[in-house]
């Protein structure tokens, strides 16, 4: 079904990843119009199939017989990142807000959303009050990783976990998502210098379905973390990282030599006969090739940046000057 090129642009898109879940858009469909139509402003949906397995696809052929509703099914199951990151894409709203499909986010809660938003915010993240999970294997090990998150990246967020949200389409503009990234849009839109809140939602238990959560995706998360913080701290400047780490092994392989020239001269003892000659070679020469890998980086992110035209800062507004012609 080809989207209209004459349609006038929505100020809301609610982007809707899905997986295996036929008995729930249905009424997530009845409860997302129940929200929105008496709110008054234009909107749609999209619904984005992660290469579910069941009815979901026949569900969302009936539902797009609405002309708000636009539908994007993947040939297989590529995980809700993936989802997002394609809804996203095609979502031609000024404001975008994201939300699962299983009806635990209430949609009553978007218009109070864009109402924070429209405080001066560019995002505003919900907080599951209340959580309608299993404490011992959901709840307590995701207030443990909101914690870790929000250390590693600086970003305070109490719920990263939280898919409601409700952020202004150009944060995540030249923002793209792999693995398990979506838990760190907030994360992404403060690298852009967005101005971020939080605001408490509802959360109800699942009622269709089953959960598509699992301890083993901690693991992704944890390295996704990882390779965040890298982008947030030094993704302009990768030599500072690389770097770090170099000057540290020239100096511990510069003591451990010193050392050795002191151990030969006050007590006689010949380099060859001193265990940490060979050491501090060793930290020498790992110094020297992580300062070379940092040169590395900084030639691909230099290569990156410039060849794509991506910018290196983000402007909020400009007052009586136009934007850069790049290229």
């Not at 539908?71 to 990142?81: D, W």
């Not at 979502?91 to 429209?118: H, S, T």
């Not at 109490?158 to 979506?182: I, M, P, Q, W």
């Not at 092994?249 to 020239?261: E, I, M, P, R, V």
Request: hydrophobic share 45%; charged share 20%.
């Amino acid at each position: 079904m080809s989207e209209p090129t004459n349609e006038a642009r929505p100020f809301l898109s609610v982007v809707v990843p899905a997986y295996n879940e036929q008995d729930s858009l249905g009424p997530m469909h009845a409860a997302l119009l129940a929200a929105l139509e008496p709110w008054g402003r234009s909107f749609e949906v999209l619904y984005v199939d992660d290469g579910s397995r069941d009815d979901s696809m026949r569900v969302l052929h009936e539902l797009a017989a609405d002309p708000r509703v636009k539908v994007i099914q993947f040939r297989r199951n590529y995980g809700q990142t993936a989802a997002m990151a394609a809804g996203f894409e095609h979502a031609r709203g000024e404001v975008i807000c994201p939300i699962d499909a299983d009806l635990q986010n209430d949609p009553g809660d978007i218009p109070l959303l864009v109402a924070k938003l429209e405080e001066g915010y560019d995002l505003v993240a919900g907080i599951r009050a209340k959580r309608q999970d299993k404490a011992l294997t959901v709840v307590i090990p995701s207030k443990i990783a909101n914690r870790i998150i929000a250390k590693v990246t600086g970003v305070d967020l109490k719920d990263n976990g939280c898919t409601l949200k409700a952020f202004r389409s150009e944060v995540l503009h030249d923002v793209h998502l792999y693995g398990e990234a979506h838990r760190f849009i907030a994360a992404f839109a403060a690298m852009a210098g967005a101005r971020i809140t939080q605001l408490p939602v509802r959360h109800h238990a699942r009622r269709w379905g089953v959960s598509k959560y699992n301890l083993s995706k901690t693991f992704r998360v944890v390295l996704d973390l990882i390779t965040v913080r890298f982008l947030l701290a030094y993704a302009t400047k990768p030599t500072y990282f690389f770097g770090r780490f170099a000057f540290g092994c020239f100096g511990l392989g510069g003591l451990s030599l010193a050392w050795t020239l002191v151990q030969r001269f006050a007590s006689g003892i010949f380099v060859k006969d001193q265990p940490l000659f060979v050491v501090g070679i060793f930290f020498l020469l790992s110094g020297l090739q992580l300062l070379l890998f940092g040169l590395l980086a900084e030639l691909n992110m230099r290569t990156y940046y410039e060849s794509q035209g991506k910018p290196t800062y983000f402007v909020r507004q400009r007052l009586n000057v136009a934007a850069p012609i790049r290229g």
